[in-house]
């Protein structure tokens, strides 16, 4: 099926009310919530309301039922598909064009909320399908390989009993549930890691700390302990069954919708760094001109055009892959690639950005340094930059991660 790059006028109310929450709520907070780090931001509140009433309404966009994209389950041959995943997509690129930290703390846009939509069964979408819902996969061990979880879940009776700790929880001192990856049976390896949906009040929960960072520092980042945690059993997305010879690949196509929605994250970043870059540029008489080669241009002018293409890349790439989702296709590679290019394009561009401007863009009078730091972790959360490259590589070659480490 061909992709129609025109973004279709059904998001246009969604992309007007991000970008306006971009433009006049979160850019004229973005540094005092840097600054005042865990200071909770009040004026989410009114994101809070908002997003309350869209998501009894069933609006798109509203928690995991939002990002499902179920419009694409039954559909005349040819049809084509532009729903929760393209929309969650649009609402992440135009808030992290106003503060990607603020973005993610917002009511309902948890990452948790696109693994429930990625592999809750029909039932319980009806349930979870609109909580605000944290993430919790990284432990003390392990970084990026997530087949190296330790956290259990143990049945007992229609119960599971959760132990564990997770570290890098975002969201995860504000978020109302958290999707909790721990494994069923340690003895049958990563086929066993299912995920599971915990209230973050819930006896046994505990959140132990809150992280400081170097950048998204409007964010909660916490660690969360599990002990003795009893939840019910139908709190398990998905099937509770164990397939060895399936492996974890229910729990790891997450990942096909959560990356996706990271690299947008720093598209966002990435253009809100260009537009800032561009005035600067032009205020100093430095023109861009894109009718003449790079070599008979200012080399700030020649630097700024290389960006913005790798920025057109990015974006490309991140549409591709949540088009992909709602139309059901599968999208593994293309979820992969979009978070290793805007990753990787965030840091360059944002950095770089610091550096054309000088001293200018060092100082905190613009948000260009913010942003440097910002970027950072986009190129490293859902899976690092080698991680991507490395899943990209085994889809291209055809290898098993046995095959290819």
Not at 309 to 335: C, H, I, Q, V
Not at 349 to 355: I, L, M, P, Y
Request: hydrophobic share 40%; aromatic share 6%; charged share 25%.
């Amino acid at each position: 099926m061909a992709i129609n790059l025109e973004l279709p006028k059904k998001f246009s109310a969604n992309i007007d009310q991000a970008r306006q929450a971009a433009h006049e709520i979160f850019r004229p907070i973005s540094r005092k919530y840097d600054l005042a780090e865990h200071e909770y931001p009040v004026e989410l509140d009114t994101l809070a309301a908002l997003y309350d009433g869209l998501a009894a309404a069933g609006a798109a966009g509203a928690g995991a039922a939002g990002g499902r994209g179920d419009e694409a389950k039954e559909r005349p041959a040819g049809t084509v598909v532009n729903g929760g995943n393209m929309s969650s997509i649009l609402n992440s690129m135009e808030a992290s064009y106003g503060d990607v930290g603020l973005m993610l703390s917002m009511p309902y846009q948890g990452l948790g909320n696109a693994a429930i939509a990625a592999v809750a069964t029909d039932e319980q979408l009806e349930s979870f399908g609109k909580v605000w819902a944290a993430m919790a996969i990284t432990e003390p061990g392990f970084g990026s390989d997530s087949a190296a979880v330790t956290a259990t879940a143990t049945r007992d009776g229609d119960e599971y009993v959760l132990n564990g700790e997770k570290i890098f929880v975002t969201a995860g001192s504000r978020a109302t549930h958290i999707v909790v990856w721990a494994s069923v049976d340690r003895s049958l390896g990563r086929a066993a890691i299912k995920s599971f949906v915990v209230p973050r009040e819930h006896p046994g929960v505990t959140v132990v700390r809150l992280e400081e960072k170097l950048g998204i520092r409007a964010s909660d980042t916490a660690v969360i302990r599990f002990e003795d945690c009893r939840i019910p059993a139908a709190n398990l997305l998905g099937s509770p069954e164990v397939d060895v010879q399936k492996g974890f690949g229910g729990v790891m196509q997450t990942f096909d919708n959560t990356r996706p929605m990271v690299a947008a994250m720093a598209v966002g970043v990435a253009r809100a760094s260009l537009e800032t870059l561009r005035t600067i540029l032009e205020e100093n008489g430095i023109e861009i001109d894109y009718d003449r080669p790079a070599i008979d241009q200012h080399a700030a002018a020649a630097e700024f055009i290389r960006l913005e293409s790798d920025f057109e890349a990015s974006y490309l790439l991140t549409m591709r892959a949540g088009w992909m989702a709602d139309n059901k296709e599968p999208n593994s590679l293309e979820a992969s690639m979009s978070k290793a290019k805007a990753g990787r394009t965030v840091t360059d561009v944002t950095n770089k950005a610091v550096e054309l401007a000088s001293t200018y863009g060092y100082s905190e009078r613009t948000l260009l340094e913010k942003w440097a730091r910002d970027s950072k972790i986009l190129d490293i959360f859902e899976g690092t930059q080698q991680i991507q490259q490395l899943i990209i590589a085994r889809r291209v070659l055809d290898k098993s991660s046995a095959e290819l480490r």
